[in-house]
């Protein structure tokens, strides 16, 4: 079945340092990809996605690349902030065919910014 | 504003009541999601609806139930809560089933 595999962390990084998170995915067809972020108390929100090879998503200085090649879709943003800590989930969904609905996720990145 | 409402906020419940936690969505959004999320696990489909009238099951739909009388509401059932049932529980709804969903603020529940 469809699969996400992502760094758990905890991730530590200091203010202003660069960040990535990893994501990779199994999947048989040509899925959407998505990262969401949740907060301390909160729901999960959507952050960027992408929904085919090579899209660039992006917002609030995050990127991520949907790299089919690779099966790759990896966070990035030049210089965090401790605002951006929270727990990161990636994700997929396929956009047409059988089986259970709803998006598949990783089991999350939890990233800590000290100042 | 427009989203997702769920309730309660937290429950803590005896094992062996029964339970519903209820999901209005305001955004008719034909396809609605309940997932639970567990440390260490991340979050796992329970149930999913793609229009009103119709429900499936997820990856861990056991000790659960859903209904769909119409578009806006959701609830998600435990007949019979059992000590594994504590979570947080996120209802979840989309425009259609290809694209994004938007999430509501949970609800955590403790069964004791």
């Known amino acids: 079945g469809d699969s996400v595999t992502q760094m758990e962390g905890p991730v530590t990084l200091s203010e202003e340092a660069f960040l990535t998170i990893n994501c990779t995915y199994t999947a048989t067809g040509y899925p959407s990809l998505f990262w969401y972020v949740q907060y301390p108390g909160e729901g999960l929100q959507l952050l960027l996605k992408?929904?085919?090879?090579?899209d660039k998503g992006s917002n609030k200085g995050f990127e991520a690349t949907y790299r089919k090649e690779t099966t790759s879709f990896h966070l990035e943003k030049g210089s965090v902030q401790v605002s951006d800590s929270a727990v990161y989930f990636c994700?997929?969904?396929?956009?047409?065919?059988?089986?259970?609905?709803?998006?598949?996720f990783g089991k999350g990145t939890h990233l800590i910014i000290q100042p | 504003i427009a989203g997702i409402t769920q309730a309660p906020t937290s429950q803590i419940l005896a094992a062996g009541r029964r339970m519903t936690l209820r999901c209005t969505q305001d955004?008719?959004?034909?396809?609605m999601y309940w997932y639970r999320q567990d440390l260490g696990l991340g979050l796992r489909l329970i149930h999913y609806?793609?229009?009103?009238?119709?429900?499936g099951k997820g990856e861990v739909p056991d000790g659960y139930s859903v209904s769909r009388a119409n578009t806006d509401d959701f609830p998600l059932t435990l007949a019979s809560a059992v000590p594994s049932q504590t979570s947080v529980y996120f209802c979840?709804?989309?425009?259609?089933?290809?694209?994004?969903?938007?999430f509501g603020q949970g609800t955590r529940l403790t069964v004791v």
């Open positions: 992408a929904t085919k090879a090579d």
């Open positions: 979840a709804s989309s425009a259609t089933r290809a694209t994004e969903a938007f």
């Open positions: 609806s793609n229009t009103a009238g119709t429900t």
């Open positions: 994700a997929l969904r396929m956009d047409s065919g059988g089986g259970a609905d709803g998006l598949t």
């Open positions: 955004m008719r959004h034909n396809a």
